[in-house]
């Protein structure tokens, strides 16, 4: 079975910086892309930034040069450095990968629970 889990998440004022953290665990045989998504109440989820097993990003238009996305491939995590934070970045932030479990052979998504960011006016 595998797992992600979401770290990190908080309050924060505007203009501040908050980093999360996304670990995959469980039995997996590789993880391919990974990135970040976020939902706020009646909306649907949104992107915010991808990174493929290679090191390549993407990011949406609204954090592109706020928010960096990485990943530590050697312990299956993901992270997401985010700066200069304002308002309309407060949402449920979640983390997903698309991984190849070791009993393979198929590509799923897999999601984490979600972690909470809030930022203050």
């Known amino acids: 079975q595998v797992q992600l889990v979401e770290s990190g998440g908080g309050l924060v004022q505007a203009g501040g910086s908050l980093r999360l953290s996304c670990a995959a665990s469980?039995?997996?045989?590789?993880?391919?892309?990974m990135g970040w998504y976020r939902q706020t109440p009646g909306n649907k989820r949104e992107l915010v930034a991808l990174?493929?097993?290679?090191?390549?990003?993407n990011y949406a238009a609204s954090v592109k040069g706020r928010f960096t996305i990485s990943r530590d491939n050697a312990k299956n995590t993901v992270f997401l450095q985010m700066n200069s934070l304002k308002f309309e970045d407060t949402a449920v932030y979640y983390c997903?990968?698309?991984?190849?479990?070791?009993?393979?052979?198929?590509?799923?998504?897999?999601w984490g629970q979600g972690t909470q960011v809030t930022v203050s006016s």
């Open positions: 997903a990968a698309d991984i190849i479990a070791t009993l393979g052979p198929n590509e799923y998504a897999y």
């Open positions: 990174i493929t097993s290679g090191g390549s990003t």
């Open positions: 469980g039995s997996i045989f590789s993880i391919n892309a």
